[in-house]
């Protein structure tokens, strides 16, 4: 059984970082294509970043230059260093992985059979 738990959320004010973690247990880490996605109250869960199996990132444009994404593969990890942190990135974050993602379809929140419990990021002064 595949489990994700996310951490390292919380508030922070506008134009700080903050760095999440997330812990892929029970799969094949090394095949996955993992990452992030966000939803804001009111709003559509989508794409902030992902690697795949390759270390191949995919960003949101709106994270582009601010956030990064990495993979540990000996401790099933995957990071989002998040800097520079605006309030309309105040949402809950989910950690997501897959083995079976097509590449042109890697921004679809459906396409992830497996996500963690969320955890909040809430910027604000």
């Known amino acids: 059984q595949v489990r994700l738990v996310e951490s390292g959320g919380g508030l922070v004010r506008p134009g700080g970082s903050l760095r999440l973690a997330c812990e892929v247990s029970?799969?094949?880490?090394?095949?996955?294509?993992t990452g992030w996605f966000r939803q804001a109250p009111g709003k559509e869960r989508e794409l902030v970043a992902v690697t795949n199996q390759y270390r191949q990132p995919t960003y949101a444009d709106f994270v582009r230059g601010r956030f990064t994404i990495s993979r540990e593969s000996a401790k099933n990890m995957v990071y989002l260093q998040m800097n520079s942190l605006k309030p309309e990135d105040t949402a809950v974050y989910y950690c997501v992985a897959d083995a079976n993602i097509i590449f042109s379809s890697r921004h679809m929140a459906a396409q992830y059979d497996y996500w963690g419990q969320g955890t909040q990021v809430t910027v604000s002064s």
């Open positions: 029970g799969g094949a880490f090394m095949r996955y294509t």
